[in-house]
């Protein structure tokens, strides 16, 4: 469906934008998954705060191809934070943009 740019220019806002790219990452339950696993993994600070590539490939049942396709979308949703070392990358979650979505949602 395509929406004309007048439309979308006197409607739709940058929240809005950034609300509809968390929401389509979002839109499938091993992304979910991925996202609460974080959550709770970021509790704390340091060491702890960040999970590792390999540990979701072993914590899930699918192929490292598939979590790194799913990854790859929340990465470009702005949910997942990255920081690579060596030949491992590692994960944060973005809290402040979750919270964002979330409150965007209380209409």
Do not use: W
């Not at 702890?48 to 790194?68: A, H, R, W």
């Not at 590692?90 to 943009?97: I, V």
């Amino acid at each position: 469906m395509r929406i004309r740019a007048e439309i979308t220019s006197k409607y739709i806002n940058d929240t809005d934008r950034r609300v509809a790219l968390v929401a389509n990452a979002l839109a499938h339950p091993l992304r979910m998954a991925l996202v609460r696993y974080l959550s709770t993994k970021n509790c704390g600070e340091g060491v702890d705060n960040v999970t590792c590539n390999k540990d979701l490939v072993q914590l899930f049942d699918y192929s490292q191809s598939t979590i790194s396709q799913h990854v790859k979308i929340l990465k470009e949703a702005g949910l997942f934070i990255t920081e690579n070392k060596d030949k491992f990358t590692f994960y944060t979650l973005n809290k402040p943009l979750l919270e964002e979505f979330r409150d965007a949602l209380k209409l």
